[in-house]
């Protein structure tokens, strides 16, 4: 029996991410989605305070949140097993059907808080499926010595539709009330569909080109394209969406030839959602750089999200900064960030990636204990420059070694579980941080969530394969 291994198809390169019209058609269908969701939410939270008290209205903006952290390892699944590119799309249209319907109806009547929790409700579920199937789709969209641009991009995006959403949103409620800003975010929403409609995927490897440093599920990569008894076998290059086709040797549940003699080839074992969850959490336990980046990732967001939000609007509130101070505070912190996107976006890659990341993160934990530290408004907003620009950096990079280290056929159950860390367990931290500043005041409160920020980037340079990671050149 010969053996020969026959490399995968990969379209070549396209150029530089800012330059390739695919990735600008993704990221503009991205871009108008981000800038929908943040009119969508200006509408919602205006909305509710018109309907009801201020403890109704908060609870109408916070449930949301119970189905999308319950749901979104199940929503990893989903984008892995019919393709990110189909879930982003079957997502965006359902949320701006949704979206639309209840501009309708407050056009002609009013409701009541009913119908906003409803939706709300129904913004969770959906985003469930459609944030590990966003996470999913740049590899599926442009090669992986790309996917670092691609991810400061995405960075830009973000900011983008922060700073252009709110005020949109807010005009929308001036000129015609809740329900015109509701249009408005439907409208904007609907845009990204036929761009992603338009968006081409790409041919990936089986592994998708990701570091060999995974030591789970080897066997189920490692027969794709080889030639069994004399019978050439090439994985076929899958779907449009980039899903690949049934039994394929290059999917999680590949067909493993006998490699005793040669025999028909073992069946697999039937699918299910529950063996593909367990076989994505098993992938990132198993693998040497996943998953140590992953509670990097949470230790980071732990450590992070509680003092730059109730925290900050507390040390505010306390130095007498006013709203107008904490605004220059924000958007320091803002701009910092953007300059790190935009870093990552112009460069494409950096050197030693994973110890940057971690040295970004530490230094960004120091600057965030710093921030109780300082007296006046201009020192403050001169650190939370540098947190922005060093939590950003590590974040993005933190982003771009997921991607380029997790196998596409695992990406949105990996999406999904970093998802769940950042909207699922750092934002719980929110409510005990404001407690904690109640009992012990700004400044130990946020030496501490710094020390917890820290620890992220203790563990990331502890990890030696996490330490020595890099990114495509």
Request: net charge positive.
């Amino acid at each position: 029996m010969t053996t020969t291994v026959i490399p995968p198809a990969v379209r070549p390169s396209a150029g530089p991410a800012h330059r390739d019209g695919n990735v600008l058609r993704w990221l503009g269908a991205y871009t108008a989605s981000m800038i929908g969701d943040n009119v969508f939410y200006i509408a919602l939270s205006w909305a509710a305070v018109r309907s009801g008290t201020p403890s109704q209205a908060g609870l109408v903006m916070a449930v949301s949140a119970v189905p999308r952290a319950l749901l979104m390892l199940g929503g990893g699944v989903v984008a892995d097993r019919f393709g990110p590119r189909r879930v982003v799309i079957g997502s965006d249209a359902v949320r701006c059907a949704a979206v639309l319907t209840v501009a309708a109806l407050l056009f002609v009547a009013h409701p009541g808080l009913w119908l906003l929790a409803l939706l709300a409700v129904v913004f969770g579920i959906v985003d469930a499926v459609f944030m590990p199937a966003v996470g999913a789709l740049p590899a599926r969209v442009t090669g992986r010595d790309q996917l670092a641009r691609v991810q400061g991009m995405r960075g830009l995006a973000v900011r983008f539709a922060n700073v252009v959403g709110a005020p949109l949103g807010g005009l929308g409620v001036a000129l015609g009330g809740s329900a015109t800003a509701f249009a408005l975010a439907g409208l904007l929403i609907a845009v990204s569909v036929p761009l992603l409609i338009s968006v081409r995927m790409r041919e990936t490897p089986p592994d998708g080109g990701a570091n060999t440093a995974n030591t789970a599920n080897t066997a189920d990569t490692a027969t794709a394209g080889v030639e069994v008894a004399g019978v050439e076998a090439v994985g076929p290059p899958g779907d449009p969406d980039g899903v690949p086709a049934h039994g394929d040797a290059s999917g999680p549940h590949a067909r493993v030839p006998d490699a005793e003699d040669g025999a028909a080839a073992v069946p697999e074992r039937p699918a299910t959602a529950w063996r593909d969850l367990r076989d994505g959490l098993r992938y990132i336990r198993g693998h040497r750089v996943l998953a140590p980046l992953i509670v990097t990732i949470a230790l980071g967001d732990l450590g992070f999200v509680g003092p730059l939000n109730v925290g900050l609007a507390l040390l505010a509130d306390r130095r007498g900064w006013g709203a107008s101070g904490m605004g220059l505070v924000v958007a320091a912190f803002g701009a910092g960030a953007g300059a790190a996107a935009l870093l990552l976006a112009w460069r494409g890659t950096l050197p030693r990636a994973g110890s940057a990341g971690a040295a970004a993160l530490l230094g960004g934990s120091v600057a965030i204990g710093a921030l109780a530290q300082v007296p006046g408004v201009g020192a403050a907003v001169g650190v939370a420059l540098a947190i922005g620009l060093l939590a950003g950096l590590s974040g993005a990079l933190c982003g771009a070694l997921l991607q380029t280290q997790s196998d596409p056929a695992y990406l949105g159950r990996v999406t999904a579980v970093a998802g769940i860390v950042s909207l699922g367990l750092a934002p719980l931290s929110m409510p005990l941080t404001a407690a904690a500043i109640g009992w012990w005041g700004t400044g130990p409160v946020f030496v501490g969530s710094a020390v917890v920020c820290g620890l992220g980037g203790v563990v990331a340079l502890a990890v030696r394969d996490l330490r020595r990671a890099e990114l495509p050149r």
